[in-house]
């Protein structure tokens, strides 16, 4: 292995990297502006510019593999000089928009303008400038902030796999864009705002709303498939105003897809529940189902649970309806099945990067519920609705309407429940048609675990307080559990984790206390595979000098 000295440090590199790279894992800074870590090297910025000893001219580092025995100067003089004259080439034609910009507090450009700008421009010509042109229902594009990184043309050509987006012109009148200024079509293309080092790409969604310093950023999981991305949320005054991608090799890089981001906007919605149907409606029910359980007919009630809820919520409502209730009709609508592979994700980002299972977690709750007695499936359950089997159904977070939408009968069959309750975080079919509806807390409101279609079990945490009355759903389970005079003390999802570590099959080497941010395998059944390498090849993404832009 190449041993090199970066700034007089001497480091141990991997054959094949490049000078940026080691300087980076080992917590050395080079500015750059044009590398990417996920993508084709294209060296046009000049930023990362180093000093090799033995080498007359500077260097770019992110295109220049290391070598052993390679002394590398990353702050001299000379390198700093060379900064500022590209920083004064880069701002030529930039506009003194960072007041105004929504890229201001997270912006590249604006950060090295602090370090390596000047204060005094000896451009004296008219600065060129663009028109501002929306791109489409999601991105803004700011032609006059664009400093011609080509990140955006390389995201969307080799990793979204759809070549939409190109330079035009030359010299200041260069331009970047769709072709022949049509939208961008990618269901990934607003991976191109956070790529983007500047302020040249933003996004309609979230442009004006906040200033990035303002905002709290919250490490948690998209809940709108079953692949899991890693995401952050980003609140401020009570509302999740953008979601952008949390690191994860194992599961979705540094990318999400358009559809997942969006999904925040389901979270203020105006068809939110915030209250219960009646501030009495958990005692009446809880009246209802007694009248049965003294009756020694625990089993003529239902619970119906979900793949959207986390597996502490699922867990506890296995647990309230094995334990309190002492039923076994016990079921979950499963998510559509996938049987493309799950990885690995090599370029370009094929579709199937989005899972056609629309919710989180199936797999967990398939886990929980698999740990105990249960019912065949849903439909047996609705079955035993319509046929009067079961007299109360719980439901929670599901629609049973709508899933079983093929089934004329179903409505009818819970309109004749003598106790239907619904506990759901926004109106639904079967909401409307609910003697007693309980508000519930969704994604974005609360701490817990999902297990993703590849077995990886993740933390969900709370970014913001629940919307209303609104709460998790275990918290719902213990209280009725408690009303039912279970001695339940709970304090947190984090308690209800250790207990399913501690009983559920394949959860056993869980840590809940150190659990990392990538996730962890849950145990695999013997004749199933580990998780796929979803990393892929490092090689299939990234040559090491492409400069074909
Ligand atoms: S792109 Fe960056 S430097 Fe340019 S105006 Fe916006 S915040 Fe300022
Ligand atoms: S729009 Fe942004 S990402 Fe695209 S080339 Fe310009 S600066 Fe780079
Ligand atoms: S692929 Fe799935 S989990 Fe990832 S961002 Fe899209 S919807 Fe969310
Ligand atoms: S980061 Fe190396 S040339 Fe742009």
Redesign the pocket.
């Known amino acids: 292995m190449p041993k090199i000295t970066i700034d007089g440090v001497e480091i141990e590199a991997q054959e094949g990297q490049t000078i ?1 790279q080691v300087a980076s894992e080992n917590g050395i800074d080079i500015p ?4 990417h870590p996920q993508m084709k090297i ?7 510019l180093v000093e090799i000893e033995k080498v007359p001219k500077l260097q ?4 220049t593999q290391v070598r052993d025995g390679m002394v590398v100067n990353t702050k001299s003089e000379k390198v700093v000089k060379a900064r500022r004259a590209i920083m004064e080439f880069l701002l030529i034609n930039h506009p003194l928009d960072c007041p105004i910009c929504d890229e201001a507090g997270e912006c590249r450009l604006q950060d090295y303008c602090f370090e390596y700008g000047q204060a005094i421009s000896r451009f004296a010509e008219e600065k060129h400038t663009f028109e501002r042109l929306d791109v489409g229902p999601d991105i803004t594009r700011n032609m006059n902030r664009c400093i011609h ?1 080509t990140r955006c043309i390389r995201f969307l050509r080799d990793i979204a796999g759809i070549e939409e987006a190109g330079l035009s012109e030359r010299g200041g009148h260069t331009a970047v864009g769709p072709y022949l200024e049509k939208s961008y079509q990618s269901p990934f293309s607003m991976n191109i705002v956070d790529a983007c080092p500047c302020g040249a790409l933003t996004s309609r969604h979230f442009r004006f709303k906040a200033r990035s310093w303002l905002m709290k950023k919250t490490r948690s999981l998209c809940a709108s498939c079953a692949r899991g991305c890693n995401a952050y949320l980003w609140t401020y005054q009570g509302r999740v105003l953008r979601m952008t991608p949390a690191e994860n090799d194992q599961v979705n890089q540094c990318w999400l897809c358009n559809a997942g981001r969006l999904s925040i906007e389901r979270i203020h919605a105006e068809d939110r529940i915030l209250e219960p149907t009646r501030s009495s409606a958990l005692d009446e029910a809880t009246g209802k189902i007694k009248t049965y359980l003294d009756n020694d007919q625990g089993d003529k009630i239902g619970l119906l649970i979900s793949p959207r809820l986390t597996n502490e919520d699922n867990y506890l409502l296995c647990k309230l309806a094995r334990e309190v209730i002492g039923t076994s009709w016990l079921a979950y609508v499963p998510g559509e099945p996938d049987d493309r592979p799950f990885g690995p994700m090599n370029r370009p980002l094929p579709e199937w990067f989005i899972r056609k299972d629309a919710a989180p977690n199936s797999q967990g709750a398939a886990d929980m519920i698999a740990s105990g007695d249960h019912t065949e499936d849903a439909r047996t359950l609705i079955n035993a609705v319509a046929s009067g089997q079961i007299r109360v159904l719980l439901v929670f977070s599901e629609d049973p309407i709508a899933a079983f939408s093929d089934d004329p009968g179903v409505a009818e069959s819970l309109e004749n429940l003598d106790l239907l309750l619904v506990s759901a975080s926004h109106r639904n079919l079967t909401s409307e048609r609910a003697q007693m509806v309980l508000p519930e807390a969704t994604f974005a409101e609360k701490d817990g675990s999902f297990t993703n279609e590849a077995g990886r079990v993740q933390l969900l945490s709370k970014a913001l307080e629940p919307a209303g009355q609104s709460r998790s759903a275990w918290q719902t389970a213990q209280e009725l559990a408690k009303l039912l005079k279970a001695k339940w003390s709970y304090a947190s999802a984090a308690d209800i984790m250790r207990e399913i570590v501690a009983g559920v099959p394949g959860y056993e080497d869980i840590d809940p206390a150190a659990l990392p941010e990538q996730g962890a395998l849950k145990k695999q059944p013997e004749n199933q595979d580990s998780e796929p390498n979803v990393e892929g090849d490092p090689d299939a993404r990234v040559d090491p000098v492409d400069t074909d832009q």
Not at 42 to 48: E, H, K, P, V
Not at 60 to 63: A, E, F, L, N, V
Request: hydrophobic share 30%; with cysteine.
């Open positions: 940026l750059h502006f044009c590398y294209a060296g046009n910025c000049r930023m990362c770019i580092s992110c295109g990184c």
